[in-house]
């Protein structure tokens, strides 16, 4: 039987020994882990040793918490495994040797040797003699590094001189500091990990054994979106995530992953042959200007199976500009083509052409897309809501060459939706429909008024309660608290012959939106006054005036309203029997201030406007006024009907001139 070995440092604690800070060997056949989550120092030898016997099977793990620190006089780390397992380093925390190495890991088996370094891990060798942050020996190396090393005299990785196939994968969050030395067999120089990178190819060196990445073969971009800068002769291959930049390459091998040249618009140059393999995207930036990505290449250019995707930067494009998205300097034809090609834009389409500049680039240019019948895709079929359609639509009859439809044509979908709703003025419509709305404010405080006429003066001090809803106060009989209002000992106010009244009112409250129509924040502010006569019996006829303002704000349009208004009316009301029957007509006269911004990508206009409101309104209700017990009540049925009529204007804007008309109009004309 064999025994594994295992050894646990806590959290927080601090391993020191004069020579080793942890000496672990295991002579049982058995696996040897270490896991150390406290710091550990090795004065004049090793931060950590360990070691297993020379059983088959049998790994070695040595593994560091972040946060913690490892320093050995001569090595940070020192594993050497006997068997034929794994042997396998992971830093999470600093370690650091002293006078030799960071981390030297040896296998006498010939098996694998796994380590990483990880984000926040920095390993160190402080030697100038030719020593190395890591060094392995005695197996093939896979070697991830997401944190720092930094190097000793000889460099920062050294892997075995014997012909093992080595690997290191740099993470975008690595730093290497000191040459990296591969061996003689086929080391992989691989790209990967999460995030964005970036990396100078002239650090390169396949042949002079004077650069950082020294005797690599093999290339490649596994994961994470890579920005390349610098040039090699090296080949490299894409299996996953993104190559960005402007780098130049030797090859380049597109298997799987997406090519991007530049950081916005920008070339790569490949020496040898370009190959987009199926599962490939290459995918290219072009603007209104004329400019694109391109990759010129020297060699061969193979594009079977590949996607191009175009993103196109806002603008106003124009179908006649070509864009050169690959150079083929080579003399050979373009093979094969791509199986997809895909745009960011609604209403345009990219179109691909294999022969042309001067008969082997690839070119690219945008055309219109037509739809099934063979007309231009309406701008309505990328609309959500019927209010997107109706502008999209007004917007479809403009001239093909009018500023203001080339830039809803460049548009993505979700681009082009913002665009109806900004180009909507939504906010005209809103205005009218607060105007009606706030109509209300005004036609109450004139019922309110006759309703207080009909109640008071007729000796019942319970029913002329009722005459709280109007603009004047009334005293009640306190033993009978009718809505609160006079007791017995005081009688029910009489009703004057001639009165002057006066009421304010004010309210905030939202609209809310539905989908179509944005949602609309208002405050209303004012006052009502009249001045009414007993014309008969109980019949009382008056005029009324008053004046309210408005505040209208309709934040998802970006848009505003201030509206001052005047009121104007007359109003009759009586007793019918045991009914009451009140009515009246009002006019009111408003002023409207506008501002609205017309916001979508790659456009914007601020917008102002204003105009006059005619709301007129007619009104009239049958009511019921009784008493049960203690408690007054009046039932009651009322109707009104309201116009509002905007009428015509303009907007001003920086350049046009937008003529709109509301509520029936639906015509929008931009000069």
Known sequence: TTTNLTVTTGAGTKVEGGRRGMFLINYDGGAVKVIANGDVTGKTSDGIYARNSDNTGTDLTVTTAAGTTVIGGKYGIRARNNGSGV????????VTGTNFDGIFARHYSGGPINITVGP????????LDPRFAIITLGGATNLTVAGTLNGGGGGAVKFDG???????????TATINGNVLAGPGTDTLAFGGTGAGTFDLAKIDTSTKMGQFQEFEKFEVDSGEWS??????APFTVTGGTVKGTGTFGDLTVNGGTVAPGNSIGTFTVIGAFTLAAGAVYEVEVNAAGQSDKVIVNGTVNLTGATLRVLAANGNYKTSTEYTIIENDGSDAVVGKFSQVTSSLAFLTPTVVYNGGDGNDVVLNLERIFGPGGSPLSFCSVANTSNQCNV????????????????????????????????SGEIHATVAGTLAD????????????????????????????????????????SN??????????????????????????????DFNGDGNAATADRDLGGFISGMDANIGGSWRAGLATGASFSNVD???????ADVESYHLGGYLGGMAGSFALRGGGMWAWSDSDTARAVVFPGFFERQTASYDADTGQLFGEVAYPTQMGGIALEPFGGLAFVSVDTGTFRERVGRDIVEGMLPGGGEMRRD
């Open 554 to 560: 309709v934040d998802a349009r970006y848009s505003s």
């Open 438 to 477: 706030d109509s209300r404010y005004v036609r109450e405080a004139v019922l309110g008024r006759l309703m207080q006429a009909n109640v008071t003066g007729g000796g019942n001090s319970q029913v002329a309660a009722l005459a709280a809803a109007g603009p004047q106060v009334a005293s009640l009989d």
């Open 120 to 127: 926040a891990s920095t390993v160190t060798s402080n030697s």
């Open 228 to 233: 390349f800068t610098g040039d090699t002769t």
């Open 87 to 94: 042997l396998d380093i992971t830093t999470n925390g600093d």
């Open 480 to 509: 009978a608290m009718a809505l609160g209002y006079g007791g017995k000992s005081l009688s029910a106010p009489a009703a004057s012959p001639l009165a002057f009244w006066t009421q304010g009112f004010g309210a905030w409250g």
């Open 392 to 423: 999209a639509k007004a917007l479809d009859q403009f001239p093909t060459n009018n500023a203001l439809f080339l830039a809803v044509l460049n548009q993505t979908a979700e681009g082009a939706r913002q665009a109806f709703d900004a180009l």
């Open 162 to 172: 014997s012909e093992f196939n080595n690997r290191l994968e740099l993470r975008p």
